[in-house]
């Protein structure tokens, strides 16, 4: 059975540099929402908000690269796809619910689409890099 | 905002991030080529945001001036923070870590014109 790659060098350090760009600019966008008017969508702002967190975490799992970092890492890439899709749908069809822009509104629409190419990156890429393969 | 400087910026960060993605196509790290055009890069970002500071505490204000100085200081950090983070990474992948950066320095000057005066759009 091969060793598991280093998760955290060479395509996955280009990985974790997004991650923290969008953990940093999904926690600003956040933080101004919600000090500054948070009632007029309380909902989409708690996303923004918890979208940052979730971009967090992916960041520091794939930067500590251990079993427990790798699984993390899957967890949150798992939840942001979810999120991606779902609250881009939402969004789409509702758009009601989101009168202000989350980093996943119209799938990351705002953000160049990143947001929803990210989690399929980084899953990929934790899969090419789990060992065995 | 300065329109020229920021379409000078958008145009020249572009052009960065190409020549960063020519080197990783060409399975290559960044050499002083691509530290030379980061670094001009880098300068006339600092320019434009030393032109922001000077216009903010001359008392105009963009519309939403937390949004703008948080867009504005990844404007001026984002690229000397990549330089870094492609030292670390010494094979293609950091040669991919500059050119990002870079595209996103032109994402950003974008973003920095809207947000000053959002009928610019």
Redesign the interface.
């Known amino acids: 059975m091969a060793e598991a790659r280093a998760v955290n060098t060479g395509p996955g350090r280009v990985l974790v540099g997004l991650y923290a760009l969008f953990a940093l600019a999904a926690g600003a966008r956040a933080a101004v929402q919600i000090a500054s008017r948070f009632d007029e969508a309380p909902l989409a702002y708690l996303l923004s908000a918890l979208a940052a967190v979730i971009y967090l975490a992916a960041t520091l799992g794939l930067v500590r690269g251990t079993a427990g970092g790798r699984r993390l890492a899957m967890i949150c890439c798992s939840i942001e796809l979810a999120g991606v899709l779902t609250v881009g749908t939402f969004s789409v069809f509702d758009p009601e619910a989101f009168p202000d822009e989350t980093v996943w509104s119209g799938y990351g629409r705002g953000y160049g689409f990143v947001p929803l190419v990210l989690p399929v990156l980084g899953l990929l890429w934790l899969r090419s890099t789990a060992a065995g393969d | 905002m300065y329109d020229l400087l920021a379409t000078a910026i958008i145009v020249a960060s572009l052009l960065v991030a190409a020549w960063c993605f020519v080197a990783a196509a060409r399975d290559r790290w960044i050499d002083v080529t691509h530290l030379a055009g980061l670094t001009v890069l880098e300068l006339a970002l600092l320019t434009q945001a030393a032109f922001a500071v000077v216009r903010i505490t001359g008392g105009e204000r963009p519309e939403?001036l937390?949004?703008f100085a948080?867009y504005l200081a990844?404007s001026a950090l984002?690229l000397p923070a990549?330089v870094v983070?492609s030292f670390?990474?010494r094979?293609r992948?950091?040669a991919?870590?500059a050119g990002?950066?870079a595209l996103?320095s032109a994402?950003l000057t974008l973003r920095l014109q809207q947000v000053w005066s959002p009928l610019h759009g």
Do not use: K, Q
Request: no cysteine; glycine share 16%; proline share 0%.
């Open positions: 939403e937390a949004t948080g990844t984002l990549a983070g670390m990474e094979t992948w950091g991919v870590i990002a950066a996103i994402v």
